[in-house]
């Protein structure tokens, strides 16, 4: 638990430094102990999911990912609650990279497929996969 702190601290870190603007400010000095996920681990993948999740998702299906976020009382059916949903990982996938319109959904859940890479959709489905129930369809 405790090295994960530590783990998503510096990563954090390193974020940072890569939004200034200054090449000097990409030499953030990380502990020498710290070991990173490898970047085919559940862990990494789940963790870059959530980034795009930050990134793409949050104003509409919120902070949360319940459904609840900045944007959504413009749209009805409203966004997702994606905590509860019952669909499975592929259908979650087609969805994000397709849109809602060609899934018979709602046309506000736009297509990702041209915006994101293949690697950042299957990551934020690993992302979606982190926080949903146990019992939640595969
Ligand atoms: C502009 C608002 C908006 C944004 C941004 C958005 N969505 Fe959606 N999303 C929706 C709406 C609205 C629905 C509900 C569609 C329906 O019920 O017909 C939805 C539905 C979904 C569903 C289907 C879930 C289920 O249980 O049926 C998934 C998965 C999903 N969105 C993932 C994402 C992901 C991942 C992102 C970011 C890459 C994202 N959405 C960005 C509006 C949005």
Partial sequence: MKRHGVRAAAVSLMLLGAATASPMAAAV?????????????????????????????????????????????????????????????????LIIRRGGAPMARSEFMPPWGA????????????????IAPEDAPR
């Fill in 115 to 130: 915006e994101l890479t293949e690697e950042q959709i299957s990551d934020v489905v690993s992302f979606l996969r982190s």
């Fill in 29 to 93: 000095d990380l502990p020498s102990d710290v070991d990173f996920p490898h970047r085919d681990s559940p862990e990494a993948r789940v963790y870059r999911g959530s980034i795009v999740f930050s990134n793409y998702c949050v104003l509409c299906h919120g902070q949360n990912a319940d459904g609840k976020g900045r944007a959504a009382k413009l749209y009805t059916p409203p966004p997702a609650n994606l905590r509860k949903s019952d669909k499975t990982d592929e259908y979650k996938e």
